[in-house]
């Protein structure tokens, strides 16, 4: 039985997929590959970075593109990273898996002090049992952070439910044991995250549905 949902921030809580997925798009343009789309990066978006580049352009990147990219993105979204919307029925997902008496919390690759911010800022702070972002910004792979995030809740992981919006987080819930529910809200294809074999929600209602099957 779930008791305990751990929620991704980036994608899936958080609506900040445009602002993210247009970066990409830039990055690439200034690489000489112009007209790449949205649906684009859905299709080859993946971690590190390094493969993501690889996918979109057919080459390796180069240091100083790898650089750029790493340095860049925060220039373009610290600005404005406070003006983002929740996904439209974040609230409303929230207030559903506490009715239903499970407890919930945040596992997130973003930096740990960004996180908390920003789930501050958006009044939902109080709803989760703990905020976990990422302390070391070099780990690329989220099993090792699940992990982390798991035994500090001191909950066993086959009564565990992640919902995010990447193949990342099918692949780290697998790997402990957990459960997950994917949202095509984010950074990765509809088909790409049905391939996983994973149950898949077009909006946050859904998924919380199916993580309360």
């Not at 751990?6 to 609506?15: C, I, K, M, P, Y």
């Not at 919902?163 to 459960?179: E, R, V, W």
Request: aromatic residues 8%; glycine residues 8%.
């Amino acid at each position: 039985m779930i008791k305990h949902i751990v929620w991704d921030w980036n994608g899936t809580l958080l609506d900040d997929f445009e602002i993210t997925a247009q970066y990409g798009i830039d990055t690439f343009a200034k690489a000489g590959l112009t007209g790449v789309t949205f649906d684009d990066v859905r299709q080859h978006h993946t971690r590190p970075f390094a493969d993501y580049l690889k996918a979109v352009m057919g080459r390796d990147a180069t240091e100083v593109e790898l650089s750029e990219f790493y340095s860049g993105f925060g220039a373009v979204y610290e600005p404005v990273m406070y003006d983002l919307p929740l996904a439209p029925d974040a609230l409303h997902a929230l207030e559903t898996i506490s009715g239903a008496g499970k407890s919930q919390s945040i596992l997130s690759m973003a930096p740990h002090e960004e996180l908390v911010s920003l789930v501050r800022h958006n009044g939902i702070y109080e709803h989760f049992t703990r905020v976990d972002g990422a302390q070391d910004l070099s780990k690329h792979f989220k099993i090792d952070a699940l992990r982390a995030h798991i035994d500090k809740l001191g909950v066993d992981p086959s009564s565990v439910c992640v919902i995010g919006d990447s193949i990342d987080d099918f692949d780290a819930a697998k790997g402990l044991g957990a459960s997950a529910v994917l949202v095509s809200t984010g950074m990765y294809a509809h088909n790409r995250l049905i391939a996983t074999g994973a149950p898949v929600a077009t909006n946050l209602t859904g998924a919380v549905a199916e993580a309360l099957k």
